[in-house]
Each structure stands twice: as structure tokens, then as C-alpha cells.
């Protein structure tokens, strides 16, 4: 016969009576308590990986911060500073919104022509500030506009970028500096040389190329034909003046970043622009 359950029994319980025994011995067996043990690591897991995904940028920040780069250099024995790459000065008035195509118009420039772009670049302060994307749209929609990429300044949604150098006891080409360009026209496979001489006969050149699809080059290079030695350093930078439209996620970076020492910087967001304010 089998055995009826009895009170205080397990309901997977089974037991066994050997005849002739004693006593009967009887085995209980919980098969969940595995699976809840495999469910409570699982859940440990995960919570771990998150905290180290989130937490580990702002400990780096906080506890191991990016060394600044050199300021100094050492010469023959001596400290020489060295030229700090620095944001290209930008005109100490604000100036009127205008239209974009008045201001394309008010200002010398060279077409930009591939079959993936169009636009130019500004000759006034060498900016590449007007660029559309002819291959993307702005909805699904096959009629819908082209993605216009950047804007020169003083129109509405500013983006630009622009190359110079920075140094100390050299006159150096800014943001008024007017370029003169080889040709009238920047397209694939035919480069255009940017120059400009100042008063004490040094020579600066951008080379700016473009490939087939939307990657431009520019070839920074000085010819000193002055008396003296000049020390000078080469920048690059993309200036926005509102934020991006674009979300913004943990998995991309939207916002300003710094190429510094052949290594990129990511420390600086929107919510640290924000408090430093328009003088930070």
C-alpha cells in the first residue's frame, strides 16, 4: 500500500517503511530552492554591472583626472613655455541674427561640390560653415529637404568649424583674416590650398581636401620667411553655438569634446557649459 500523507508533510515528500526496521527513515527534497539561489546571483549580476558601467566615468573623474598637457619645454638647459592650443577668438561684439543666405552672401567664399555635398567654406576666418547632405533627408519622406549639417555665424543654428594656430610673439591669422584660395571650387580629388602672409613674412597654408563621401582633410603647414624662429601650434576646432537637436544617450556622446596629446576628451558636457556661463 502506499503511504498516506500525514499532518506536517511536505506535499513532494515521499516516505518509505522497510519492513522489519526500527525505524523508517524518510528524505525530504526541495527542488525551488535552487532556482531561487540562481535567480538571487543573476539579479546580484546584473545590479554589479550596473553600478560599474555608471559609477566608473564619474570615479575616474573625480579621483583620477586627466593630466593637463606640458606648458613648458626645456631647451638647451633652459624652461621655454610652449604655445597653449586655445578656442579661436571670436569678435568681442555680438552680432545681429541674420538670415543664413544673407550671410553666405556678405562674405567671400569657395563652393563645396561632391556627390554627397554641397555648400562652402568661408574664406573670412577660413570656416567650413555651410555644408548640406544631399544623400539624407530630414524624414522618410523621399521629398524632404536634405539635412543641412552646418550654418555659418550670425545665422540661426551656428555650426562651424575652422583651423589655426596659436603662439606668442607672432602675428597669426584670425577669425577677420581673409584667405586666398587657389581655386573657386573645393571638390573630390582636386585640393584647395588656403594662404596667408602677415606683416613679418611668415606664410600659413591649409591643403583642404574632400573624398567621395563626407570626410574632409586639412593639412596645416607654416613657411617662415622672416628673420627670426617662431614657435607656433596647430588647432582644430567645431564650434556650436545652441545645443544639438539630437537625443542623447548613454551610449552616445552629444555634446563638446577636446582632442588633446593624441588622446580624446570627453569631460566636458552641456550641463558643464551651462554652469560656467558664457565667460567660462
Given amino acids: 500500500m502506499e503511504p498516506?500523507?500525514?499532518?506536517?508533510?511536505?506535499?513532494n515528500a515521499s516516505a518509505v517503511a522497510i519492513p522489519g526496521a526500527g525505524k523508517a527513515s524518510t528524505r525530504y527534497h526541495d527542488e525551488d530552492k535552487p532556482a531561487v539561489s540562481d535567480s538571487k546571483n543573476l539579479i546580484l549580476a546584473v545590479v554589479l554591472s550596473a553600478l560599474v558601467l555608471l559609477g566608473w566615468s564619474w570615479v575616474a573623474h573625480r579621483y583620477f583626472p586627466t593630466a593637463n598637457p606640458p606648458s613648458t619645454k626645456v631647451e638647451n638647459g633652459k624652461s621655454q613655455p610652449l604655445p597653449q592650443p586655445q578656442a579661436q577668438p571670436v569678435p568681442a561684439t555680438p552680432q545681429a541674427m541674420r538670415s543664413r543666405s544673407a550671410v553666405i552672401g556678405s562674405t567671400p567664399r569657395v563652393r563645396i561640390e561632391t556627390a554627397s555635398l554641397q555648400g562652402s567654406l568661408n574664406l573670412r576666418g577660413a570656416q567650413i560653415d555651410d555644408l548640406v547632405l544631399l544623400k539624407q533627408r530630414q524624414t522618410i519622406d523621399k521629398k524632404s529637404p536634405p539635412v543641412?549639417?552646418?550654418?555659418?555665424?550670425?545665422?540661426?543654428?551656428?555650426?562651424?568649424a575652422s583651423f589655426g594656430w596659436s603662439g606668442q610673439g607672432v602675428e597669426l591669422p584670425g577669425p577677420e583674416t581673409v584667405w586666398t584660395a587657389s581655386s573657386p571650387v573645393l571638390s573630390t580629388?582636386?585640393?584647395?590650398?588656403?594662404?596667408?602672409?602677415?606683416?613679418?613674412?611668415?606664410?600659413?597654408?591649409?591643403?583642404?581636401s574632400v573624398d567621395d563621401n563626407y570626410l574632409f582633410s586639412v593639412r596645416q603647414r607654416v613657411v617662415n620667411g622672416g628673420s627670426a624662429p617662431v614657435s607656433v601650434r596647430a588647432f582644430g576646432l567645431v564650434s556650436r553655438a545652441s545645443k544639438?537637436?539630437?537625443?542623447?544617450?548613454?551610449?552616445?556622446?552629444?555634446?563638446?569634446?577636446?582632442?588633446?596629446?593624441?588622446?580624446?576628451?570627453?569631460?566636458?558636457d552641456w550641463k558643464t557649459l551651462d554652469e560656467a556661463g558664457p565667460n567660462g
Avoid: C, M
Avoid at 543641412?148 to 543654428?157: E, H, Q, T, Y
Avoid at 544639438?244 to 548613454?250: G, I, M
Fill in 148 to 160: 543641412r549639417l552646418l550654418s555659418p555665424l550670425g545665422a540661426p543654428g551656428a555650426y562651424f
Fill in 4 to 11: 498516506r500523507a500525514g499532518a506536517g508533510w511536505l506535499s
Fill in 244 to 268: 544639438s537637436a539630437d537625443p542623447d544617450s548613454w551610449t552616445v556622446h552629444v555634446g563638446p569634446i577636446g582632442f588633446v596629446n593624441e588622446k580624446a576628451h570627453y569631460d566636458v
Fill in 189 to 208: 580629388g582636386k585640393p584647395l590650398t588656403l594662404s596667408w602672409t602677415n606683416s613679418t613674412g611668415q606664410q600659413f597654408e591649409q591643403i583642404v
